[in-house]
């Protein structure tokens, strides 16, 4: 699984038109899941999601997580991370994981997220969505179960 997460004052989805999900401080989360993704890589990036210390405490050091500082997360279906671009000018999406897998496996890390304390938020699966957000910081942080 695939990562992107990113520090934010504000962040929505919005689809035809309609906003379908927003948060107020927190997290976006975009998140691509390939075809050897286990419910093990979904536990691991669940557990960085809620607990990566990426907030300033007191002393404005990085040292807060995101349910310590009352925030929310919005998680966000993205296959594109998933895709290869090391070869050509398009990339591929082979290792892509089938939308009929992806979209029960993007529900249950959502539902590991949230298991952990954090209010969550998602996007459309499949759908094209426009995401909003203001970047806090900005904070950027990239994560690859694979790498684990």
């Known amino acids: 699984m695939k990562l992107v997460i990113q520090r934010v004052a504000s962040a929505s989805v ?5 906003v379908r999900a927003s948060i107020d401080r927190g997290l976006l989360v975009l998140a691509g899941l390939t075809d050897t993704d286990a419910d ?9 999601v809620a607990e990566l ?3 300033e405490d ?6 807060r997580s995101v349910a310590e500082v ?8 993205n296959f594109t991370l998933a895709g290869d ?4 000018r398009r990339p591929s999406f082979d ?3 089938k939308p009929e897998l992806a979209a029960p496996a993007f529900d249950r890390f959502a539902a590991m997220v949230a298991a952990r304390g954090v209010p969550v938020q998602t996007g459309v699966f499949r759908a094209h969505m426009n995401v909003s957000l203001v ?3 900005p904070v950027t942080i990239l994560l690859d179960s694979a790498s684990r």
Not at 14 to 18: E, F, I, N, P, R
Not at 71 to 77: F, I, K
């Open 85 to 88: 671009a090391r070869k050509g």
């Open 70 to 77: 009352g925030g929310a997360v919005l998680l966000v279906p």
């Open 95 to 97: 290792r892509a994981m």
């Open 40 to 48: 093990a890589d979904l536990e691991w990036c669940a557990g960085k």
């Open 14 to 18: 919005t689809v035809d038109g309609a």
């Open 53 to 55: 210390r990426i907030f």
């Open 58 to 63: 007191e002393q404005g050091k990085m040292n």
């Open 135 to 137: 970047n806090d910081g």
